[in-house]
């Protein structure tokens, strides 16, 4: 099956710096990326997503990007708030969108 | 419109004891699923169901069972409780993309 490797497992940076979460994908034929932000003791939720037919992604602060042939794909938090501060999960799906493998997740603080 | 709820949000269990985490959603999604969250390791999926009538295992469906009782409903059951089965809980329902999360439940096995 497919294996989602997440890289750094905890980030700080200081607000208003930029922010780069990375993860690897074992599955050639995974096409859909989604990243999910989890604050404490909450549900995770969307943030933003890619499919394999595009290297990248924008919406506002955050963007995506994907390398197919590298299999890796990454997040991008430009301007960081203390309220970016959370655990943001990659995730990956293959051609029928029924499963869906989580990398391990990323702890980001952002201090004031 | 509630989206996606979970029931008990709290539930602690001795081993051996059975229980069942009920699931359901209101936007009309065919695929539903059921993940255990462990610190450090992220999401894992233990069954899901792509549409009414269908489930299928994920990667760590042993211990669990589950059922589609309908469109709107997928169940999770714990036929006997084991301390490694303490985690949270989370169902989740997707459209044609990402998956929507309910709000989870978090379960103590003593």
Known sequence: ?112 | NAGVTQTPKFQVLKTGQSMTLQCAQDMNHNSMYWYRQDPGMGLRLIYYSASEGTTDKGEVPNGYNVSRLNKREFSLRLESAAPSQTSVYFCASRPAGAQYFGPGTRLTVL
């Not at chain 1, 497992?9 to 989890?38: H, M, R």
């Not at chain 1, 404490?40 to 602060?61: A, C, F, M, T, Y």
């Not at chain 1, 995506?64 to 997040?75: G, P, Q, R, Y």
Request: hydrophobic share 30%.
């Open chain 1, 1 to 112: 099956g497919e294996n989602v490797e997440q890289h750094p497992s905890t980030l700080s940076v200081q607000e208003g710096d930029s922010a780069v979460i990375k993860c690897t994908y074992s599955d050639s034929a995974s096409n859909y990326f989604p990243w999910y932000k989890q604050e404490l003791g909450k549900r995770p939720q969307l943030i933003i997503d890619i499919r394999s037919n595009v290297g990248e992604k924008k919406d506002q602060r955050i963007a995506v990007t994907l390398n197919k042939t590298a299999k890796h794909f990454s997040l991008h938090i430009t301007e960081t708030q203390p309220e970016d501060s959370a655990v943001y999960f990659c995730a990956a799906s293959g051609n029928n969108f029924n499963k869906f493998y989580f990398g391990s997740g990323t702890k980001l603080n952002v201090k004031p």
